[in-house]
């Protein structure tokens, strides 16, 4: 899941397991048509939320029969700059970012229950994990701002340090729509801010993986954003 993740999750989001979410969009032509206008648009997130599996994100995690977990995130909504400078409403769907969970070994797993045949899952160590995976478990990026939909195809993802000191993900990938601007690419950055679950104190980034703390949900912090270059 952005539950293997560290950073760290619509295009965007996160599961440990991934949790994945667009953040933002910048274009300049890299190929594409030719003769086609490099694309300069720009989106900064207004509102979005990760959910992680149930309970959510610990130290040790949870333990479970099923070999997969699902993080979700909401719809994502972003205020757009596009070349004209006119401010567009740009939306991603809701994600469902399934993972695979950790067969239990041994008798020494920290995590009680845990036994052959059981899975572990949403650790601190899988969402660490999680960061340079996490592309393979979206695979698509797809926003829409206003009448026009921004597709990408996700080739690398990496944990980072955000601008405002959050933990986050970098995505990168290639535009595939529209066609004018295929092969265009895209760099996206998810910042986990403000968190709820037990013994949160209400950021994300102080919270993963202390003890006592389980991390239900993140928002995705403003200082979010995407590039295509």
Known sequence: MLRKMLLIASAVAIPLGATAVTTGFTAVAESGTAGAAALAI??????????????????????QAASTSTTTTTTVKYKCTP??????NGT????????????????????????????????TGDFAAASSTLWQTIGTLSIKIGAVTY???????????CTGGEVGFNIKGKLTAPAAHAGEAVKDTICLGADTGTGTTGSFTADIGQPGITIATATIATDSKAKIS
Do not use: E
């Open 151 to 161: 597709k990408a195809n996700l080739t690398s993802s990496a944990a980072t340090l």
């Open 83 to 88: 070349p004209a400078t006119t401010v567009a």
């Open 42 to 63: 720009t989106c900064k997130v207004t509102t979005g939320t990760v959910n992680f599996a149930t309970p959510g994100i610990s130290a040790n995690g949870s333990v």
């Open 92 to 123: 991603t769907k809701p994600l469902a970012i399934v993972s695979n969970a950790t067969p239990c070994v041994g008798l020494n797993n920290p995590i009680a229950g845990c036994a052959t045949g059981m899975y572990t899952y949403d650790s």
